[in-house]
């Protein structure tokens, strides 16, 4: 980071983010990439390139676009939002074709559903994947109705890693994806967002007017460089952790896991005796961070910085609560 080539970025002149930027729109067989501070707001650019106000977008009930970005889909773009429920998470071609809905033949009653997003891996659903087949026929359904579609890849290379599918055929069917350097990747900050050029140029514009725009961002985008060149394949090693927890807490009696939704570095598990916010509070005490993400559940994320030692560690301590 501290040798990275800069310049500045919001006259387009950084080198090292444009690197960036054309290293994952590659990846992904996309014409081209846009830095950005944050998943959020690389979502938030992406659903305002999408539509316009009056518009609706059909995601997920537990997405994070829903559930964790401030309503920015209402604030920002000015439109409704259909959330069916999928599966730990995952949307089915079937719940999609019947979320949306179209102001033509409507009398006007319905908005304009105009886009709809997935999110892989699946936060809120357990840190799920989509297969390969799903994806395709949920972009299927959405193109019959005239709807773009986008892909919350916050932690897209883990589903690539844990799917064994590249970038390029996960998104084949997919308008735009949003990728998160600064989470599994272990980068410190940004994203990147990636689309065709059109979709790019309009998405500059909201960058600019939602002050993402960075000046010698380089540093920044150099980290990213460097966790595209060497933190993606170690993902596996998170995926194997994550499953040694969930079959640790499997084989206990006063916690419960479900050990099939357990596909890459998440492990969501409730406490019969204590609440998700006892449970984490004990946690903390024994040096553990995790979050309790609802009264009953918490979630333990394993990423580059969790060694084995750790995980141990984290099975003792879930086992001494009994
Ligand atoms: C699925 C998903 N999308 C988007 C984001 C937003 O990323 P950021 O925290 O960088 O704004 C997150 C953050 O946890 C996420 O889990």
């Given at each position: 980071?501290?040798?990275?080539?800069?310049?500045?970025?919001?006259?387009?002149?950084?080198?090292t983010?444009?690197r960036l930027?054309?290293m994952?729109?590659?990846?992904?067989?996309?014409?081209?990439?846009?830095?950005?501070?944050?998943?959020?707001?690389?979502?938030?650019?992406?659903?305002?390139?999408?539509?316009?106000?009056?518009?609706?977008?059909?995601?997920?009930?537990?997405?994070?676009?829903?559930?964790?970005?401030?309503?920015?889909?209402?604030?920002?773009?000015?439109?409704?939002?259909?959330?069916?429920?999928?599966?730990?998470?995952?949307?089915?071609?079937?719940?999609?074709?019947?979320?949306?809905?179209?102001?033509?033949?409507?009398?006007?009653?319905?908005?304009?559903?105009?886009?709809?997003?997935?999110?892989?891996?699946?936060?809120?659903?357990?840190?799920?994947?989509?297969?390969?087949?799903?994806?395709?026929?949920?972009?299927?359904?959405?193109?019959?109705?005239?709807?773009?579609?986008?892909?919350?890849?916050?932690?897209?290379?883990?589903?690539?890693?844990?799917?064994?599918?590249?970038?390029?055929?996960?998104?084949?069917?997919?308008?735009?994806?949003?990728?998160?350097?600064?989470?599994?990747?272990?980068?410190?900050?940004?994203?990147?967002?990636?689309?065709?050029?059109?979709?790019?140029?309009?998405?500059?514009?909201?960058?600019?007017?939602?002050?993402?725009?960075?000046?010698?961002?380089?540093?920044?985008a150099a980290a990213g460089i460097y966790a595209l060149e060497?933190?993606?394949?170690?993902?596996?090693?998170?995926?194997?952790?994550?499953?040694?927890?969930?079959?640790?807490?499997?084989?206990?009696?006063?916690?419960?896991?479900?050990?099939?939704?357990?596909?890459?570095?998440?492990?969501?598990?409730?406490?019969?005796?204590?609440?998700?916010?006892?449970?984490?509070?004990?946690?903390?005490?024994?040096?553990?961070?995790?979050?309790?993400?609802?009264?009953?559940?918490?979630?333990?994320?394993?990423?580059?910085?969790?060694?084995?030692?750790?995980?141990?560690?984290?099975?003792?301590?879930?086992?001494?609560?009994?």
């Open positions: 980071m501290a040798n990275a080539e800069v310049g500045d970025d919001v006259l387009g002149d950084d080198p983010v444009q930027e054309s994952i729109a590659e990846m992904c067989g996309k014409e081209a990439g846009l830095f950005v501070p944050s998943g959020t707001m690389s979502n938030a650019v992406a659903l305002k390139t999408h539509t316009v106000p009056g518009d609706e977008i059909v995601t997920e009930r537990y997405s994070h676009i829903y559930l964790y970005e401030g309503g920015g889909y209402a604030a920002l773009c000015g439109s409704s939002i259909a959330l069916p429920e999928g599966v730990n998470g995952l949307l089915t071609p079937e719940l999609v074709q019947h979320a949306i809905r179209k102001q033509s033949g409507s009398q006007s009653h319905y908005p304009d559903g105009s886009l709809v997003c997935v999110e892989n891996t699946a936060n809120r659903g357990g840190g799920t994947c989509y297969e390969q087949d799903v994806l395709d026929a949920i972009a299927e359904v959405s193109k019959a109705k005239n709807c773009s579609t986008h892909i919350d890849g916050a932690r897209i290379f883990n589903a690539s890693v844990a799917t064994n599918t590249s970038l390029t055929r996960m998104t084949q069917n997919y308008d735009s994806v949003s990728i998160c350097l600064s989470k599994g990747l272990g980068a410190p900050v940004g994203s990147v967002l990636v689309g065709s050029e059109e979709f790019i140029e309009q998405a500059h514009r909201w960058r600019k007017m939602f002050g993402g725009g960075m000046r010698q961002s380089g540093i920044l060497n933190n993606i394949q170690r993902m596996e090693e998170d995926h194997r952790r994550a499953k040694t927890i969930a079959q640790a807490i499997d084989e206990m009696d006063h916690v419960s896991v479900d050990a099939d939704a357990v596909q890459t570095n998440m492990v969501y598990f409730s406490a019969n005796d204590y609440s998700a916010s006892e449970v984490s509070q004990k946690m903390a005490q024994a040096g553990i961070d995790m979050f309790d993400i609802s009264p009953t559940h918490c979630r333990i994320v394993t990423h580059l910085h969790i060694t084995d030692q750790d995980v141990q560690n984290v099975i003792d301590t879930l086992s001494a609560l009994g």
